[in-house]
T-cell receptor, first 110, second 115 residues
Framework: GQSLEQPSEVTAVEGAIVQINCTYQ??????LSWYQQHDGGAPTFLSY????GLEETGRFSSFLSRSDSYGYLLLQELQMKDSASYFC???????????FGTGTQLKVEL | EAQVTQNPRYLITVTGKKLTVTCSQN?????MSWYRQDPGLGLRQIYY???????DKGDVPEGYKVSRKEKRNFPLILESPSPNQTSLYFC??????????????FGPGTRLTVT
């Protein structure tokens, strides 16, 4: 089966940079995705890494090291609206199956 | 507007009474999936479908059925609901192949309570 580990909670101040780590154990690894979920809302897609390296999308970047079974999400210039839960998720089964981590609750403070 | 819709959004039912949660997408996506979300457990995949008449089990399929008779619809069926199926359910869809990102678009969720 698949297992993912990420911190349960992270707190940072507005304007700062925060990194949310994700380690995984899986067979048939296809890629690593990140999703954001605000309280009471649906998950929304942030980024996807299939190959080693950094993917940048605006204030958000995601990194993957396949050899280390490790990835992270980097959020820069934090804003209050970034307070949400962030989930890493591994794609397996040729991209058909998505297994989520238990999520990291990010609190952004003034 | 491109979207995934689910109905009902909230449902309280009793043990053993069959129910169906509908899911529909208007993006012509091949891939659709159901997840349940429980506190401390994240989202867990129940079933997925790669296209019409093609479905497969996710990580927690026990107690659930699905069907994919039309590309846009992917209903989730609970033949005999039990209290341990009380959860928040999300339907999602995606292009398959997706062009690289495998981005899944999620519906608003259905909060189910089984008493």
């Amino acid at each position: 089966g698949q297992s993912l580990e990420q911190p349960s909670e992270v707190t940072a101040v507005e304007g700062a940079i925060v990194q949310i780590n994700c380690t995984y154990q899986t067979s048939g690894f296809y890629g690593l995705s990140w999703y954001q979920q605000h309280d009471g809302g649906a998950p929304t897609f942030l980024s996807y890494n299939a190959l080693d390296g950094l993917e940048e999308t605006g204030r958000f970047s995601s990194f993957l090291s396949r050899s280390d079974s490790y990835g992270y999400l980097l959020l820069q210039e934090l804003q209050m609206k970034d307070s949400a839960s962030y989930f890493c998720a591994v794609l397996t089964g040729g991209g058909n199956k998505l297994t989520f981590g238990t999520g990291t609750q990010l609190k952004v403070e003034l | 507007e491109a979207q995934v819709t689910q109905n009902p959004r909230y449902l309280i039912t009793v043990t053993g009474k069959k129910l169906t949660v509908t899911c529909s997408q208007n993006m012509n996506h091949e891939y659709m999936s159901w997840y349940r979300q429980d506190p401390g457990l994240g989202l867990r995949q129940i079933y997925y479908s790669m296209n019409v008449e093609v479905t497969d089990k996710g990580d927690v399929p026990e107690g659930y059925k699905v069907s994919r008779k039309e590309k846009r619809n992917f209903p989730l069926i609970l033949e005999s609901p039990s209290p341990n199926q009380t959860s928040l359910y999300f339907c999602a869809s995606s292009l398959f192949p997706s062009g690289g990102t495998h981005e899944q678009y999620f519906g608003p969720g259905t909060r189910l309570t089984v008493t």
